[in-house]
């Protein structure tokens, strides 16, 4: 009966590796997201599938795809985490009311958001920011989240979300880059010598490439080459030698000024994605919501004035 009992109650952290991997569909992306290495992660979800006597995912050269009886599993038990994450806030907090829990982009998160929030800490001390990192659309309901920086399509009506508001924030200009050294090795004298060479791209931007090299009118072909999650990742690879990326240029700014990296090509292109401050709208009036929305959009008119001035 104890065995029995035990198998029934799996623990906590295994639940939370499992569902994050069947959210974001990658094992890699659920270590980003929970703070932990992807072994761990894949020992957790392994020991679980052990527990259970049931096959969750199936693992491809491919990625990652639930099995039927995994996506019943997922259902079911996303409910249950978010009550738990939500009661855990909770008796965390003594003003529940005056808490923010804000949905992050990991790069656009800690290279551009985090050295500006102080000023808004300053502004609100009533208010308590709680940071999660997520990547893509997700249920704000079942996460326990008020509001998201999200990336999307550039346009009017910006990015597809049911039930949310989306605000436009800010565009990106992108660029190619590399390090200095591989430029050595590799010379660039027009733009289609790029075409020659290992172009990196980001799994969030899969059109990025083309859209760079349509905007100087070059329709060819451009090879499939490493492909990364984050755009860290993709500045640390280009400076390890391993490419080329296209890269939004406010991102790298302390590499570009350091020489880590430079441009490879001197054109410089306003990317078919933007970034945008979305909330659920049932949230729209929630005050902390309304006030960091406000003090986000301040903060981008001065960015955007500081560009000009430079």
């Known amino acids: ?14 639940l939370a590796a499992f569902d994050s991997v069947a959210r974001l569909g990658s094992f890699s992306l659920a270590a980003d997201e929970l703070s932990l290495t992807q072994g761990a992660i894949s020992r957790q979800v392994s020991g679980l599938e052990e527990q259970l006597g049931v096959l969750l995912f199936d693992r491809t050269s491919r990625g990652v795809m639930l099995t039927p009886a995994g996506a019943d599993f997922a259902k079911a038990i996303a409910g249950a985490l978010s009550q738990i994450r939500s009661a855990s806030l909770h008796a965390m907090t003594k003003r529940h009311s005056d808490q923010l829990n804000l949905a992050i982009l990991p790069t656009f998160g800690t290279r551009w958001l985090m050295p500006r929030i102080p000023g808004f800490v300053a502004r609100h001390p009533e208010i308590t920011l709680n940071f999660a990192t997520r990547i893509g659309v997700f249920d704000f309901d079942r996460d326990g989240i008020d509001m998201a920086i999200h990336v999307g399509p550039r346009g009017v009506n910006g990015p597809e979300w049911p039930g949310a508001e989306c605000t436009f924030l800010m565009e990106e200009m992108v660029a190619p880059v590399c390090s200095q050294d591989f430029l ?24 990025g490439w083309k859209h760079w090299f349509e905007s100087l009118r070059i329709g060819a072909s451009v090879s499939e080459g490493m492909r990364f999650e984050q755009f860290g990742s993709v500045a640390q690879a280009c400076i390890a030698g391993l490419g080329v990326g296209l890269m939004p240029l406010f991102l790298i700014d302390t590499e570009l000024a350091s020489g880590q990296l430079v441009e490879a090509f001197p054109h410089q292109v306003v990317s078919p994605s933007a970034y945008y401050a979305v909330a659920p709208q049932a949230k729209s009036g929630f005050p902390p919501v309304v006030a960091f929305r406000a003090w986000l959009m301040e903060e981008v008119a001065r960015y955007r004035q500081e560009i000009v001035a430079w």
């Open 1 to 14: 009966m104890r065995e029995l009992s035990r198998k029934l109650l799996p623990s906590t952290s295994a």
């Open 184 to 207: 050595s090795n590799h010379p660039v004298g027009r733009a289609e010598d790029l075409l020659r060479l290992p172009l990196l791209h980001m799994a969030s931007r899969p059109g």
